[in-house]
């Protein structure tokens, strides 16, 4: 069998790879929104004056940022079924997807709290007092003035760490899921042209890279389009005051 490098079979591989795609496309979905909903709710536990709560969330994101996702994706595929054997729960049946989902999830809430955090504290105080005095209750404050100034300033950070998500979801093939990396690996040892294989799928990675890239770009240059059309408060606090009912 000739096993010196094959240029043409990357091209004969990649229909194959691609196969897996949907489950690498389906862990970096789920777990983006897992960790923006998580994220989110980190970032507010920092920034309330709850000491309990915010140390615990600080503390679980230090653990985060400082151990390799290998090593978490070990620990919640081993260790969680573990755990929950001592209360009686039966884990046999789970798909090894939920754990990364877990995983990857986790990992990027700690993350994400950060950049949620900096982003909404980045917006001026003068801004949220605006609000407050012209008439807007707290809620109304944070989805028409704090978010939509935050959101914009997050966008860059959120997108490295999206292409970032989707580059580590290649270690799913670790716990036995057949993603790209996994199928690349599965093909390089069948036929001993692992090199070839692991090429097929490094194009696909770059492509996907690049269209989020591209993407967030447009997102980006969109959200800053919109923001010129939207007044500031710090800059015009003359806005209109949300009416309350009246009472007879």
């Known amino acids: ?135 807007y209750t707290k809620r109304q404050m944070y989805f028409k003035i704090i978010f939509p100034q935050a959101v914009i300033i997050a966008v860059p950070s959120f997108a490295t760490m999206v292409i970032s998500l989707l580059q580590d979801t290649s270690l799913a093939f670790t716990i036995g ?12 040892t069948a036929t001993f042209h692992t090199v070839e294989a692991y090429i097929s799928a490094m194009i696909i990675f770059i492509i996907l890279s690049f269209i989020l890239e591209r993407f967030f770009r447009w997102i980006e240059k969109r959200s800053n389009f919109t923001s010129r059309k939207t007044p500031i408060l710090a800059n015009n606090p003359v806005i209109p005051v949300i009416e309350t009912p009246k009472t007879t």
């Open 1 to 135: 069998m000739n096993n010196f490098f094959q240029p043409h079979l990357i091209w004969e591989y990649l229909p194959d790879v691609l196969s897996a795609l949907p489950t690498t496309l389906l862990l970096t979905l789920v777990s983006t929104i897992i960790g923006v909903i998580v994220g989110a709710g980190i970032a507010f536990v920092k920034m309330e004056d709850t000491p309990i709560f915010k140390q615990i969330a600080v503390v679980f994101t230090s653990f985060i940022r400082g151990t390799p996702i290998l090593i978490q994706m070990f620990l919640v595929y081993y260790g969680l079924p573990m755990f929950l054997g001592y209360v009686g729960i039966n884990t046999d049946d789970v798909s090894p997807l939920i754990y990364l989902f877990i995983t990857y999830g986790l990992n990027m809430a700690a993350f994400l709290s950060e950049i949620i955090r900096a982003a909404l504290e980045s917006v001026p105080a003068s801004q949220r007092e605006a609000a407050l005095t012209s008439g």
């Open 177 to 188: 899921v057949l993603d790209v990396v996994g199928k690349a690996k599965a093909l390089g």
